[in-house]
């Protein structure tokens, strides 16, 4: 093969010859012929297509697009602890939720491990794994597809389900450091949550409206108090799980107010007796003042939910209900406070919660500061009254820090 130093003289010749120069020789000068001319440029042009294989070969191999797509080794992982100093005038105050700071004194509440990634094209995996003093939990697992037609979706796994607002959301996205009222006594101290299959599809509507059914497990003492609970019944047949269905819609009222509204409702069998079960309706609102049409930090919410549940047991069919509504306002980059009000109804003779025969409400308030985006101070005061004992206050110092990829939480 002819080498690139080859390639070099021959162009000399060639440049020369084009000039009408005379190439350095002993001998008398002469001028190459046309045909000894193609000849030249015919070997300059294998050189160039040599050099240019021999590059390609030494380059090392370059991923495809799927390669580069998804990471398949590599998934986002987080870490998320939520730590409280608390003090409350009970040494056991009535709190409902599974990761709320339940004592005076020292409190982990949890540490989250959240992984997520791409399988491949078809599928995306989502886990949530939950550290206590006390174990481990697994606490969301599931796959998500990723190229269903019309707009369709499927999760399957374990998952909280879409029911309302607050029950598919983790306690580091919530604005306040405890479980709200309703969803505990209703749902229990993890949120309703199960293994199962959802179903969601994206409406071709001229404003955004999603629509949820899942098909999940009823059984579950802290996760599905108001069906199976913690009974060890089995599953018979289809109407032995719990349907979920939920419509959520989002309006956008202007460049910077925006509203969504839900509906949701549970149903599924309880443990009160053969062929007695339970319903629970929702709706949900949020409304959210954010300037974008000039630069701000400011972020103004209203959030509010109300729930109703109706449930059969021997000879009768109870019903209570509750509601919570919170104001939130960031007034600076680092600074917001937020109020919240709850009122939840009791019943007599609940086999669930014998002394919640009456109201209860509770208010509280905090002051929160983030020194960056991976970490949050908040300052709780907490007032709540039972119906049927005295009422007592708590204040709540929560720090919560982050490590790692965690994806931005829901609007």
């Not at 580069?68 to 105050?93: C, G, H, M, T, W």
């Not at 078809?122 to 269903?148: C, H, K, P």
């Not at 607050?166 to 209703?186: E, I, M, R, Y």
């Not at 009974?231 to 202007?254: E, I, N």
């Amino acid at each position: 093969m002819r080498t690139c130093h080859c390639a070099l003289a021959l162009a000399l010749v060639v440049a020369s010859a084009r000039a009408g120069a005379t190439p350095p020789s002993s001998g008398p000068a002469s001028k190459p012929s046309r045909a000894e001319l193609d000849e030249l440029e015919r070997a300059l042009g294998a050189d160039r297509a040599a050099a240019e294989q021999a590059r390609r070969e030494a380059a090392p191999p370059r991923s495809g697009g799927l390669l580069r797509a998804f990471q398949d080794l590599n998934p986002d992982l987080s870490f998320i602890a939520d730590v409280a100093l608390a003090a409350y005038q009970l040494e056991k105050p009535l709190l409902v939720g599974g990761h709320d700071p339940t004592k005076n004194g020292f409190n982990l509440q949890q540490l989250e491990l959240a992984i997520g990634g791409a399988v491949d094209p078809y599928f995306r995996f989502d886990a949530n794994l939950v550290f206590s003093q006390f174990g481990v939990e697994i606490e969301e697992v599931y796959a998500t597809t990723l190229m269903l037609p019309w707009n369709l979706q499927l999760r399957a796994g374990q998952f909280l389900t879409r029911f309302g607002r607050l029950n598919a959301s983790h306690p580091h996205a919530w604005a306040f450091a405890d479980q709200t009222l309703v969803l505990g006594k209703f749902f229990g101290g993890e949120g309703n949550r199960g293994l199962g299959a959802e179903l969601s599809v994206l409406l071709p509507l001229p404003w955004s409206v999603e629509v949820y059914g899942s098909l999940t497990d009823a059984s579950g003492e802290s996760s599905a108090r108001s069906f199976f609970g913690g009974s060890d019944a089995s599953v018979k047949g289809p109407a032995d799980f719990q349907t979920t269905v939920a419509v959520k819609q989002f309006f956008p009222l202007s460049d910077n107010w925006s509203l969504a509204l839900g509906g949701s409702a549970a149903f599924g069998p309880n443990a009160s007796g053969h062929g007695n079960r339970s319903e629970i309706y929702g709706a949900d609102l949020y409304l959210k003042y954010r300037p974008v049409t000039h630069g701000s930090y400011v972020i103004l919410s209203l959030d509010a939910e109300w729930l109703l549940r109706r449930r059969q047991v021997p000879d009768a069919v109870l019903q209570d209900q509750g509601l919570y509504a919170y104001l939130f306002f960031r007034f600076a980059r680092r600074f917001a406070v937020a109020g919240r009000y709850e009122l939840v109804t009791g019943v007599e003779a609940d086999p669930l919660d014998p002394e919640w025969s009456g109201i209860r409400q509770r208010a509280a308030g905090n002051l929160t500061f983030w020194p960056t985006e991976f970490s949050r101070l908040r300052l709780q005061y907490t007032y709540d009254r039972p119906s049927w004992r005295a009422g007592y206050h708590g204040v709540v110092l929560a720090l919560e820090f982050a490590v790692g990829a965690h994806g931005a939480h829901k609007f």
